[in-house]
């Protein structure tokens, strides 16, 4: 994976604290993506508030999510380069990264997510959130399903339509964000990078 992409997410990540990249990894990742996630039956309903105490709540989140293990060759790429990402991350940044977690999740026409955090201030547990999107064909103005980001004081200040190969990258306290309701299914990989395992 090219030099220039790390060091442009790792600039980003100084200046702006976000980066929106089109056509960020290997073309074909997410079709093997999608192909290899076909069998939806591992999927569950996603929580809100964090682990241990997981809790759904259909008013605020309704997508579906399985959690990344590396297990076949798509999985391994995909991972290595967000393993990379850590590594570029921590030489160039010291922010200490120690672990990555993601999963899948789909959103079924109608779901959506609503505005969150993925960290609490004070809270360093996530501490970089990666967003990757496995839509091919998808349409703006149709399809829905846009992650809106927020500044801290709730201002817009990205719509991102969730295309196939798209890449967002946000520090994890600094953003909330939403997902707007899908209207045909969606597919994506969310990841935080952690400074511990939980
Ligand atoms: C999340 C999330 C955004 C997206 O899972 O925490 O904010 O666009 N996902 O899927
Ligand atoms: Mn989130």
């Known amino acids: 994976m090219s030099h220039t992409l790390y060091a442009k997410i790792i600039d980003a990540l100084v200046e702006d604290g976000y980066i929106i990249i089109e056509n ?3 073309p074909t990742f997410p079709q093997s993506l999608r192909e290899f996630l076909r069998d939806e039956r591992a999927f ?3 929580g809100v508030s964090s682990y241990p105490h997981v809790r759904i709540d259909r008013k605020r989140r309704r997508d579906k999510t399985c959690w990344l ?3 076949g060759a798509i999985m391994s790429d995909y991972l290595a380069f967000m393993a990379e990402l850590q590594h570029n991350i921590n030489r ?3 922010m200490g990264l120690s672990y990555y977690e993601s999963h899948f999740a789909i959103y079924d026409r109608g779901d959506f997510y609503e505005t969150h955090y993925d960290a609490f201030k004070g809270f360093k547990n996530r501490v970089v959130t990666t967003v990757y999107y496995l839509n091919k064909g998808y349409k703006e103005g149709e399809d829905g399903g846009e992650l809106i980001i927020y500044d801290e004081n709730n201002n817009m200040i990205q719509k991102v339509f969730p295309h196939a190969n798209t890449l967002v ?3 994890s306290d600094k953003f909330p964000h939403e997902v ?3 209207k045909k299914k ?3 990989i969310a990841g935080w ?3 511990d395992k939980f």
């Open 186 to 188: 969606r597919y994506s």
């Open 69 to 71: 293990e590396e297990d």
């Open 44 to 46: 569950k309903k996603a």
């Open 92 to 94: 160039d940044l010291f």
């Open 180 to 182: 707007l309701p899908a």
């Open 169 to 171: 990258v946000f520090l």
């Open 24 to 26: 960020a990894l290997n």
């Open 193 to 195: 990078f952690r400074v």
